[in-house]
């Protein structure tokens, strides 16, 4: 009985550098501290992630300037609790050749050329969303007079929490340092907008062992609004017939930025010389996209292979060839000179008689 009241310490690791340490606890007292304990991790989990849906995620509009307009926007809570937060709005640019959006929440520090959030009017800036239900706002957006043609792009975006966030610069969206959802709104401002895409990259290796053919393109857009390339590419063989072909897939590339493709076409057993054509259109007058280039594919180690085996095979059947007709020369050398031995005997008996 007395061991069973000896004082023991133990330390559980908890989430986030927690450490609960546990003194002098009957083992049932102990296994409700762990419960507890539990709980409380897959809370954290648990809210790790907001249960939210935007409706419409990406909104499209036309403009001219000095036109007022607005967006409708609905935040749906799929969860079994209210979440509550804000509404904010910010405008975002893309870095990267993969399309991600940042936010960036101050103004100041957005591009003038392709900022718009201090367009954007919320008709409140905190609510709270009932559980299986939705919020819909309706976003006001009133275009400068002098507004320059071309593509703005900004962001509505519910954040959870109890306290209005401060602008925090540039953030990558999804980044998890907040918990948010956002819906992007593209503005249109009509009038002269340049449209200028170009194929800043097309590698293509000039040899391939074997297919398929690795391609690596490159479309960068120097216009002023956000493009959708449509790009086929195609593989021909030395004979002008098609072997393959693929569609990128259809992406905005915004911009002053620039989208990567990679793409396989043909299949593992291929020889001989490929051609590689890029042809593709973009923007509203349907401007060319073309690229070119050309790669062998010769699987060497195979063919060295079947190479030597022939060569093997051959000397082979040289050798037996070589053996089977030495022996029929020399049985047929050897039946000769019997031959002669026979008539000569036949002589020899008829000079006798």
């Known amino acids: 009985m007395k061991n069973s009241k000896v004082k023991s310490k133990t330390v559980i690791p908890a989430e986030a550098g927690i450490q609960i340490k546990i003194s002098w606890i009957p083992f049932f007292k102990g296994m409700t501290i762990v419960v507890i304990f539990l709980t409380f991790v897959i809370t954290v989990s648990a809210q790790a992630s907001l249960p939210l849906v935007v409706m419409p995620a990406r909104n499209e509009i036309e403009v001219?300037?000095?036109?007022?307009?607005?967006?409708?926007?609905?935040?749906?809570?799929?969860?079994?609790?209210?979440?509550?937060?804000?509404?904010?709005?910010?405008?975002?640019?893309?870095?990267?050749?993969?399309?991600?959006?940042?936010?960036?929440?101050?103004?100041?520090?957005?591009?003038?050329?392709?900022?718009?959030?201090?367009?954007?009017?919320?008709?409140?800036?905190?609510?709270?969303?009932?559980?299986?239900?939705?919020?819909?706002?309706?976003?006001?957006?009133?275009?400068?007079n002098d507004a320059r043609a071309g593509g703005r792009y900004t962001?509505?975006?519910?954040?959870?929490?109890n306290t209005l966030p401060k602008p925090s610069g540039t953030e990558e969206v999804g980044s998890g340092t907040n918990l948010r959802i956002a819906s992007l709104i593209y503005i249109k401002v009509k009038g002269p907008i340049t449209e200028k895409a170009l194929i800043s990259g097309f590698f293509v290796p000039s040899f391939f062992e074997y297919g398929p053919i690795k391609v690596e393109t490159d479309i960068l857009n120097r216009g002023d609004y956000h493009v959708t390339p449509r790009v086929s590419l195609t593989l021909a063989n030395t004979f002008g017939g098609l072997v393959d072909q693929?569609?990128?897939?259809?992406?905005?590339?915004?911009?002053?930025?620039?989208?990567?493709y990679e793409t396989e076409l043909g299949t593992k057993w291929m020889a001989g010389r490929y051609k590689v054509n890029l042809t593709g259109s973009y923007g509203e007058s349907g401007q060319a996209l073309t690229a070119v280039s050309y790669v062998w594919v010769f699987p060497w180690r195979v063919a060295l292979a079947v190479i030597l085996t022939i060569i093997i095979m051959i000397f082979i059947a040289n050798k037996l060839y070589k053996n089977i007709v030495v022996k029929e020369t020399t049985l047929e050398e050897e039946l000769e000179k019997e031959k002669d031995e026979i008539e000569k005997l036949k002589q020899m008996l008829r000079k006798k008689e």
Request: proline share 8%; charged share 25%; glycine share 4%.
């Open 64 to 144: 001219a300037p000095g036109e007022k307009t607005a967006v409708t926007i609905s935040f749906y809570n799929q969860s079994d609790d209210p979440v509550s937060g804000f509404f904010k709005t910010a405008d975002f640019i893309v870095e990267d050749s993969k399309g991600t959006p940042k936010f960036i929440e101050n103004a100041e520090d957005a591009p003038a050329k392709y900022s718009a959030s201090r367009w954007l009017t919320l008709p409140y800036d905190r609510a709270t969303l009932p559980a299986h239900d939705k919020v819909t706002i309706q976003t006001e957006i009133l275009v400068p």
């Open 155 to 161: 962001a509505v975006f519910f954040q959870q929490g």
């Open 246 to 260: 693929k569609l990128f897939k259809t992406q905005n590339i915004f911009p002053d930025t620039s989208r990567s």
